[in-house]
């Protein structure tokens, strides 16, 4: 009896063993087989999720998730949407907290450079700090000549804001009183919104907001006590509003796709998945790879025959041989016939053919763009898509991704990468409407392009000055993203973290 139980307990000591190391192997498959996500792009899929909680009203739930992605990814951009969130919920001083972390490094670009120290003294100018919003619109100006950029429309905007600090000193809001400005400090207002103007006769914030300066100069010194202007004075002006003085155009449509890629001289690459997946069914019934060999079709019979159109697929396993055709190699009847051959297989090397993708466009092109149609993520290897987004930004490549998945939560992870790589390029993310069928923009961002702050009567009354809804919706200009993306590249990470 006594054999049999020694037998019995080696028995399952042997079972636990064999599990165990069953167990440990399967493991090491795991580590070496299956690709790990990468950080960053990690990072990219937790912010695409605050963007979706914040549209939707969740601000508490986007603050999670984008601390989460700064825990993955310190990136200035994450850092500025939690500041900007903060801002919005009236929490400035955890704004200003939270925007005094971000910095630039040496690989900044000059207009990043700039643009971090803007957003500082935007938010300093809403917290009502008024030296260090004074201190860093002097700093982006030294900055702006110093890096010697060249945009009139920008330095316009930095006198215009400038000019609107100067006009508030909130220094005491937090025991629940505001200072009087002095006259000499609208005189200095009133220089700065003149000299925005005639850098831009454009900008009608700063037309506008000399005029407003110039009513309250109008108030005769008698009435004031150590020329310091009285709230009361200024709420007896008569003083037009802004809309009824500029009129700013409503939001203007989304330009149609066709029109953003029918740039003379130009090359379009369809790079167009060809996974396994993409015989799944889309949105509108039809296969995946069906919607996308009707967009691109359909856009090789819209442009212009001076737009070079060429195609790489993508699919397979990590080491297959794609189907490659340079811009202009071929004319669009063949081009056509060969996006019709198309099949689905294998997996997504959406990384490695991105890489490559990059090769096949020509040196003297006015644009050069990437369409990616795709319905999944990279499957081979763990390098960042996102870091290869910045290398194609500074090989000034723009992509726009077609996703042929719904905009929803099943999906997060894909769209997040598909709208990282087209946000950092400056293109758009692209899908299907449930309900239309129809192709819709789906670019998503919490921080709009810089403002032009606009000085309001019932601000100067209360002295305390309170940001404004956007009014400028131009999104082609240099002002549409407040903080370019930071350039990843191998001498980067020896540096020291300055993100």
Known sequence: MKKNKKLYSVYRITICVTLLCTLCLMMSFSANILPKKNPIDKARHWQYKAIKKYKKGDSGKALKYLKRAVKLDRRNEYILEIAKIYEEMGKHKKAYAWIGRI?????????????????????????????????????????????????????????????VARCFNQSDITKGKARLIHRRDFQQAYEYFDKAVQLDSNNCTAQYNRMVVRTVLGIDPELTKFNYISDSLIQQLEI??????????????????????????????????VSGSMSSRSPTGDSRLFEAKKIMTQLTHDLPYNVSVGLLTLGGTCISKQISVKPGSVNRHQLRDIIESLEASGGTPLNKILKKAKTKFSDNTNAQTIFLCTDGINTCGNESTCVI????????????????????????????????????????????????????????????????????????????????????????????????????????KSAPSGK
């Open 103 to 163: 910095t630039a490094t040496d690989y900044s670009s000059p207009i990043e450079k700039v643009m971090i120290e803007v957003w500082k003294a935007h938010i300093a100018t809403s917290y009502g700090f008024r030296t260090e919003a004074l201190s860093g619109y002097d700093h982006s100006l030294y900055l702006f000549n110093r890096q010697e950029i060249d945009s009139t429309q920008l330095e316009s905007l930095l006198w215009t804001n400038y000019g």
């Open 240 to 273: 037009p509003d802004f809309q009824s003085y500029c009129n700013p155009p409503p939001p203007p449509p989304h330009t149609p796709i066709l029109q953003k890629l029918k740039i003379p001289n130009s090359e379009l690459l369809f790079v167009v998945d």
């Open 389 to 492: 987004a910045e290398d194609l930004l500074r090989a000034n490549i723009k992509v726009h991704a077609f996703s042929l998945l719904l905009d929803n939560h099943q999906n997060g992870e894909v769209f997040a990468i598909a709208n990282c790589l087209s946000q950092t390029t400056g293109g758009e993310l692209l899908a299907l409407s449930e309900e239309s069928n129809e192709i819709e923009v789906k670019t998503e961002q919490i921080v709009p392009y810089l403002q032009y702050l606009i000085l309001v009567q019932a601000d100067l009354v209360a002295a305390t000055f309170t940001p404004q809804a956007p009014i400028q919706y131009d999104r082609e200009n240099e002002l549409s993203v407040p903080v370019l993306p930071e350039i990843t590249t191998s001498e980067t």
